[in-house]
């Protein structure tokens, strides 16, 4: 697996200069060996923040008392991925966040490329050991990938076609403009502004019903990306625990993956049904035609990154597009 241009990415060394704080935070938890701190950059309450308990309370379980893991919220979710270089041994971020040190990390959230949970997964199985090993350089070992729930758009009045989205005027949620999505609306003739948004590119589903629901009660389920979350735990803080404390992390972290992939599938559906149930206009299938135009909206984005990733990128595209039996 080849990393063509590596050496060029001059970024990467303002990240390898945190890696001296998390030897130090090595040293701390050296002498307390019982501790092993995971920092959250999700605020609390947060389905992503609520994954990083799961994978916490299942590893101080399976530990048997050898080590605990208490979860600090440390609220930057969308802060410089060198601050991950921090956390004294494991940390729980926004994946796509590292996409200035490595591309390889926006994947998940391209747009318009994975059009279900299972297409989102096949990416994943084919991108981990390029995760991996872009992870490396910062002695991060990969312990979990867990998803977001899909993009999509809550509009004023039904979105149907392409045409209803041309000439309008859209918003986007924070990780939405963070993830890049702008640029595909855009070129199907839409003009972004911060106010009087005919629509606006989003998810959060319940969670945003008090924030959109009134004003925009037309949702519709486009699946723009399951962007990822990474769960990563410090090579040296790893390296340091016996065989049996270092399978309880990897035991923890693919149970916490599997589970976090199983519950965002049930809870798209409940979400569908309590938005129904309070007014909001909710099509989980949109029509062939807006999907094909949003792609092709979409087509820039994607090869701009493969172009980004040199052979790496083919070679996934390549692979992903086999797996999925689409094109």
């Not at 063509?4 to 130090?24: I, Q």
């Not at 966040?97 to 990416?123: C, H, I, Q, T, Y």
């Amino acid at each position: 697996m080849r990393r063509d241009g590596l050496d060029t990415r001059r970024s990467l060394l303002g990240f390898l200069a945190g890696v001296p704080v998390a030897l130090r935070s090595f040293g701390t938890i050296a002498q307390q060996p019982n501790l092993l701190v995971l920092r959250s950059y999700f605020s609390p309450g947060t389905l992503s923040h609520n994954a990083a308990q799961h994978f916490a309370g299942e590893a101080t379980e399976k530990a048997n008392g050898k080590f605990i893991v208490p979860v600090d919220a440390v609220h930057l979710t969308f802060r410089p991925f060198k601050q991950i270089a921090e956390a004294s041994s494991l940390a729980h971020y926004y994946a796509p966040m590292g996409a200035n040190l490595d591309p390889v990390f926006r994947l998940s959230a391209l747009p318009m490329l994975v059009a279900s949970f299972d297409e989102a997964e096949a990416l994943l199985r084919i991108a981990r050991p390029y995760y991996s090993a872009a992870l490396a350089p910062y002695d991060q070992i990969l312990l979990a990938a867990d998803p977001w729930l899909p993009g999509a758009v809550w509009s004023k009045q039904p979105i149907q076609s392409a045409a209803d989205i041309d000439g309008s005027v859209f918003g986007l949620e924070e990780y939405a403009d963070v993830a890049g999505w702008g640029a595909t609306i855009e070129r199907l003739g839409a003009r972004r502004a911060s106010a009087d948004a005919n629509f606006v590119v989003a998810s959060g589903y319940v969670a945003n019903l008090g924030r959109y629901g009134v004003v925009y009660p037309n949702f519709i389920e486009v699946f723009i990306a399951a962007q990822l979350d990474f769960l990563t735990v410090n090579r040296h803080v790893f390296e340091s625990l016996p065989n049996a404390q270092r399978q309880v992390l990897v035991d923890a972290g693919r149970d916490m993956e599997a589970a976090q992939w199983k519950f965002c599938r049930e809870l798209l559906e409940q979400d569908y049904r309590e938005m129904s149930g309070q007014g909001v206009s909710v099509i989980t299938h949109p029509p062939q035609e807006l999907v094909a135009a949003l792609r092709s909206g979409a087509q820039p984005d994607i090869q701009s990154w493969a172009q980004s990733m040199g052979s790496d990128g083919a070679e996934i595209l390549n692979s992903y597009w086999r797996a999925i039996g689409r094109r």
